[in-house]
T-cell receptor
Framework: QKEVEQNSGPLSVPEGAIASLNCTYS??????FFWYRQYSGKSPELIMS????GDKEDGRFTAQLNKASQYVSLLIRDSQPSDSATYLC???????????FGQGTRLTINP | DTEVTQTPKHLVMGMTNKKSLKCEQH?????MYWYKQKAKKPPELMFV???????INESVPSRFSPECPNSSLLNLHLHALQPEDSALYLC?????????????FGPGTRLTVL
């Protein structure tokens, strides 16, 4: 079983709609959860961090964490063509220095 | 300022060459990382330096040699690489210390080995 799993996509969403990206993880001592956005040919950019159960909002982005169910999600409201990118879910296990990445979800926002 | 810089942006080298990749951060971070990323794959951890000491080597071949001259700088020395080593090489940094520890990536060096 992969440690961090994401839907590989591609996920296609019309402009202005809500894009929903999901990630599940297998290690129960996971501590910190991150979403990175990566445009083609560029490096990953940290867009959201979440550490506690519940929702965390930042502009059009909302991260949701449910430790009991071992999933973390990213919602993008009012999706824009500029949101088209690969979104990487990453998990940090308590006491470890490593991030474990999912395979990424490719998101396309259609005008 | 959440900036990590990397030089060069692009590098083409032959299999007998020796070259170095450089990374710098001025965020006061105490952990620095080297990742390798192939197309359509997530970043793959190579090395971690924590407080200027090598703390993780993910069984990377010896043709890759990391160096951390001080807390702001990280180098990756390359020697006798293979064509399959062609990839995007990413440097990242974080506060360190084992807490929540957000990692910030540099722009990367696109390496091509001929």
């Amino acid at each position: 079983q992969k440690e961090v799993e994401q839907n590989s996509g591609p996920l296609s969403v019309p402009e202005g709609a809500i894009a929903s990206l999901n990630c599940t993880y297998s290690d129960r001592v996971s501590q910190s959860f991150f979403w990175y956005r990566q445009y083609s040919g560029k490096s990953p950019e940290l867009i959201m961090s979440i550490y506690s159960n519940g929702d965390k909002e930042d502009g059009r982005f909302t991260a949701q964490l449910n430790k009991a169910s071992q999933y973390v999600s990213l919602l993008i409201r009012d999706s824009q063509p500029s949101d088209s990118a690969t979104y990487l879910c990453a998990v940090k296990i308590q006491g470890a220095q490593k991030l474990v990445f999912g395979q990424g979800t490719r998101l396309t926002i259609n005008p | 300022d959440t900036e990590v810089t990397q030089t060069p942006k692009h590098l083409v080298m032959g299999m007998t060459n020796k070259k170095s990749l450089k990374c710098e951060q001025h965020m006061g971070h105490r952990a620095m990382y080297w990742y390798k990323q192939k197309a359509k794959k997530p970043p793959e951890l190579m090395f971690v330096y924590s407080y200027e000491k090598l703390s993780i080597n993910e069984s990377v071949p010896s043709r890759f040699s990391p160096e951390c001259p001080n807390s702001s700088l990280l180098n990756l020395h390359l020697h006798a690489l293979q064509p399959e080593d062609s990839a995007l090489y990413l440097c990242a940094s974080s506060q360190g210390g084992g807490g929540f520890d957000e990692q910030f990536f540099g722009p990367g060096t696109r390496l091509t080995v001929l």
